[in-house]
């Protein structure tokens, strides 16, 4: 069984009058919309567990929870193990012989038999929950790059988890956990949280790559292991002929399904791969391109799709797309998202996600391939430029707003937080974060440290979970060959001048089409979708409404920002705009009673 599920569970600690059903029925009902194949749950007088299911392999015969062949744990969990008929070869014997379907009940095999261990050996995006009925022991985990979403709320009386804070928030009722207002700042001047904050301050997330347990005679909630970093799962260096080999089992793994899958087909070299690979391994349920409805006649992304849908003898399936009105925007956060939106970028990734789940329950894309092999242009002056100055410096002056607000933290704060969060706000704390698991690169390799904060820290946020979100919303699980982690290890294990070259951008990633039709299909200049949009003119257009949101909102009663902060407001980047308007529309849902 594949799947992208929501899960959620509740632990007593203790004898207490805490509606446990009451909550566990809120919980289930909450997380219903990531997952139409089916749900169910178990309880005991101490652990309720619950899943609601987005199958896409072996959907009758592995229902969760799931069991081990001793049934001594069971688990629910969320994603999926893509190595998974390896990782059976490696079971004992017994466990290998009584093995039930599925490649979460691989994992779930893998722990009984090595306990934390396992997880090392685990590769796919998932997050999963393990009771241990003779230890009294829950026992969560998260893949290294937080591709998929867990949440907890830890009281002395009980534990509680979901797949989304919304659906924890609803869990609880009215004894629900308290806004955080410091982390409304966090979000405004970074655009993501950061460590494992929320924006409640009782509601934490499991990190990326970390194994937490409660339970077992001590009720705190404890991080009882971390998984080896990325830049520690290779001791060796590849050379160039294996990362071809690491990327092409990147793609054997995401075309993990019962049937073939779906791609976001933009006419650029990362989709083009991701699409060659779906062709030359099963096939293609669809390829669908997003173009802009406004002006087909100027969209260099639809050209390119056509012209390449050709030449891969495919029909490609074009969706028309246009900025949505602001209501449909207020109704599409407040109802595809668990949290605000930094970047409109899930506007038109609805629009994928919603035309692909007529075509696959999977939709595969080329997200992150250009942080994996550096195809963006900052990459190239972050190497040229660092030669004479530190990488904090240079980030402040980057024109690349996103880096630029992370180095330019304490301006930000400055001149936006309210008086009585300034001292905090002002903490001494690094904004940057070195970026997991690359903590000196930014001395020997500033280059690697730019992708790595791209990868591990800037797209966490608003790509794996907004994307997750999304997606599931749309009953659609979403996947990328390039978050393959040996994939990452190995290309991020290159010295620079190997892994980048200023004549043949992503050039590690062009030799997949070495004597192809293709071979030369991919000199123009890279044109993103956003391109063919212009948010700042469509804030404009819906002004005197989407201002309104902002300094009408409850963000304005809030405090945490300076009562001059909301003026002139015509004035702000369009991007921290909207950031305002995410922020301030989550929370006046927030606000609203819940069902």
């Known amino acids: ?59 009758d015969e592995a229902r969760q929870p799931l069991s081990d062949c001793r049934n001594t744990l069971v688990m629910v969990g969320n994603g999926e193990v893509l190595n998974h008929r390896d990782l ?55 893949d290294r790059l937080g591709e998929r979403p867990l949440y907890y709320y830890d009281s002395p009386d009980f534990f509680a988890f979901a797949s989304e804070v919304r659906c924890l928030v609803s869990a609880l009722g009215e004894q629900g956990p308290r806004l955080d207002e410091p982390a409304f700042l966090t979000f405004l001047g970074l655009g993501r949280l950061t460590g494992d904050r929320t924006l409640y301050r009782e509601i934490r997330a499991v990190p990326a790559g970390a194994v937490l347990r409660v339970g077992g005679g001590d009720p705190r909630c404890r991080q009882v292991a971390a998984l080896t970093p990325v830049s520690r799962l290779r001791t060796d260096r590849v050379d160039e002929g294996e990362v071809a080999h690491l990327l092409e089992r990147a793609h054997d793994r995401s075309l993990t399904a019962d049937r073939p899958v779906a791609i976001g087909f933009s006419g650029g070299i990362d989709s083009s791969a991701v699409l060659k690979a779906a062709l030359e391994g099963s096939a293609a349920a669809a390829a669908i391109t997003v173009f802009s409805e406004h002006a087909p006649g100027i969209d260099e992304n639809l050209r390119r799709a056509r012209a390449l849908a050709r030449v891969f003898d495919v029909d490609l399936v074009e969706v028309p797309f246009r900025i949505p009105s602001l209501d449909d925007t207020v109704h599409l956060l407040n109802t595809t998202l668990d949290g605000p939106a930094a970047e409109p970028l899930v506007l038109h990734n609805d629009a994928l996600h919603s035309a692909a789940r007529h075509h696959s329950a999977v939709l595969l894309g080329g997200h992150g391939a250009d942080e994996v092999f550096g195809g963006y242009v900052r990459y190239a002056a972050l190497r040229a430029d660092t030669e004479s100055t530190t990488v904090r410096e240079w980030m402040t002056a980057s024109a690349w707003e996103r880096w630029n607000r992370a180095a330019g933290w304490r301006d930000f704060v400055e001149e936006f937080a309210g008086r009585d969060f300034l001292v905090d706000a002002l903490a001494p704390i690094d904004p940057l974060e070195r970026p997991f698991p690359y903590s000196d690169s930014a ?59 200023s004549d043949s951008p992503k050039h590690l990633l062009r030799r997949a089409f ?10 123009e200049r890279k044109v993103g979708f956003d391109d063919h949009f212009s948010y700042a003119d469509w804030m404009t257009e819906n002004w005197p409404r989407f201002s309104g949101v902002i300094i009408d909102g409850p963000l304005a009663g809030t405090g945490v920002l300076d009562e001059t902060a909301l003026r002139d407001l015509g004035k702000r980047d369009w991007r921290l705009l909207w950031r305002l308007f995410s922020l301030s529309v989550w929370l006046e849902r927030e606000a609203s009673p819940r069902a």
Not at 93 to 108: I, M
Request: charged share 25%.
């Open 443 to 501: 001395t020997d390799d500033p280059v690697l440290f730019g992708q790595a904060l791209d990868l591990f820290r800037l797209m966490t946020y608003d790509n794996f979970r907004a994307t997750d979100e999304n997606g599931m919303a749309n009953e659609v699980e979403v996947r990328s060959p390039f978050f393959d982690i040996d994939l990452i290890a190995g290309v991020f294990g290159l010295p620079v001048d190997t892994r980048m070259r």
């Open 514 to 523: 070495r004597g192809t039709a293709l071979g030369e299909a991919f000199g």
């Open 1 to 59: 069984m594949v799947t992208v599920c929501g899960i959620g569970g509740i632990l007593l600690k203790r004898r207490t009058s805490v509606d446990r059903d009451g909550m566990m029925r809120r919980l289930r009902a909450s997380l219903a919309h990531r997952g139409k194949s089916g749900e169910g749950s178990v309880a005991d007088e101490r652990i309720a567990l619950h899943c609601a299911r987005h199958a896409v392999i072996a959907v």
């Open 88 to 142: 059976a070869t490696r079971l004992p014997a017994e466990r290998r012989r009584r093995l039930r379907p599925g490649d979460l009940q691989v994992a779930l095999e893998l722990h009984a038999a090595l306990g934390t261990q396992a997880f090392e050996q685990l590769r796919g995006p998932f997050a999963l929950a393990v009771w241990d009925y003779a230890a009294g022991e829950l026992t969560l985990a998260r």
